[in-house]
């Protein structure tokens, strides 16, 4: 099977491509670096030429407003291409709850990109995922200083980013959804907690400090973001995961 991977060579996405090739099939990376351009349409007829699956794990490269247009466009421009090469099956990367936080520009330009994509002519999936394990780098590093890091409460379920990768591939070998598929890590966590957990595995001697109204997360209702009884948990836990991780040199 020929499988198309837009953000081919990113965090996920190279990831994808490389289980892809391992299980036989022909993976192509498609992105920036290999002259494809979701967003002015330049390469994409060449990257889907007979092409039967299209995974898009493209990113916008800001979280904010801007974000809204990012996904608009490309879904749209890889929905024309892929009904011009006679693509069997478009497969899109989505957050777990992402329609249920119209507060945060990300997660609204992300469910737009689900409509359209449910919207277009062509047979989908729609794989949900909880937060990487990979990002909370990231997410402590938004409200901290040299003594404190201040974050929500906001209950998640996060997952390794291997696990999403074969969450994504399971889908994209697979016949079309028609819909969503849920997939979460096996805990839930206060995000404040896990951030003490981190950073005590790190032995960083930062104190987090509880502070609702701290970062993207804090626009979060309730536990919008952690998975329903549908979801498909993986099997990795953020504690071994985190312990090998810091253990590595």
Known sequence: MKLTVIGGTGRIGSRVVRKLAAAGHEAVPASMSTGVDVITGEGLDRALAGAQVVIDLANSPTFDEASVDFFRISMRNLLDAGEKAGVGHQVVLSIVGVDQVPGLDYYRAKSLQEDLLRLGPTPYSIVRATQFFEFMDAVLSWTSDDDTVRLPATPIQPMAAADVVDAVVEVATGA???????????????????G?????????SRTVVTDDTAGMFADVPGDVLTAGPDARLAATHYRDWLEKHESTP
Do not use: K, Q, S, Y
Not at 177 to 194: K, S, T
């Open 176 to 194: 079309p959804l028609g819909g969503v598929r849920n997939v979460a890590g096996p805990e839930v966590f206060r995000l404040d907690d896990l």
């Open 196 to 204: 003490r957990l981190t950073l005590a595995a790190r032995r960083d």
